[in-house]
């Protein structure tokens, strides 16, 4: 069973940074990680790109975040980080870890995971 867990949420002041951290379990099954990345929800509306990183390392983040918001992983760990600096109240929302992953079972097959959402709230 294959699990993205996620962990960094939380409460900061406008200014403020947090780093959210997301890992893949369940590795014995998992022939690649294609990518892995962060969406948010704001209450009412879709789940919106944050950013995402491919196995190969190449990133994109959603608009306007880039600078303010950075995108890593270990390879080591299965690990994904967003290190979220100056943060905003509009920063606010539910974050999601995705990961796209090759799975290695009675078959090779692509699967696309989220996690269960962590929130970040951001007071002015």
């Known amino acids: 069973q294959v699990q993205l867990v996620e962990s960094g949420g939380g409460l900061v002041q406008a200014g403020g940074s947090l780093r959210l951290s997301c890992a893949v379990s369940?590795?014995?099954?998992?022939?690649?990680?294609?990518?892995m990345g962060w969406y948010r929800q704001f209450p009412g509306k879709q789940r919106e790109l944050v950013a995402r990183?491919?196995?190969?390392?190449?990133?994109n983040y959603g608009d306007s975040l880039k600078g303010r918001f950075t995108i890593s992983k270990d390879n080591a760990k299965n690990t994904v980080y967003l290190q979220m600096n100056s943060l905003k109240p509009e920063d606010s929302a539910l974050y999601y870890c995705?990961?796209?992953?090759?799975?290695?079972?009675?078959?090779?097959?692509?699967?696309?995971?989220w996690g269960q959402g962590t929130q970040v709230t951001v007071s002015s």
């Open positions: 369940g590795s014995g099954r998992i022939f690649s990680i294609n990518a």
């Open positions: 990183i491919t196995g190969g390392g190449n990133t």
């Open positions: 995705n990961a796209v992953l090759t799975l290695l079972d009675l078959r090779i097959k692509v699967e696309t995971y």
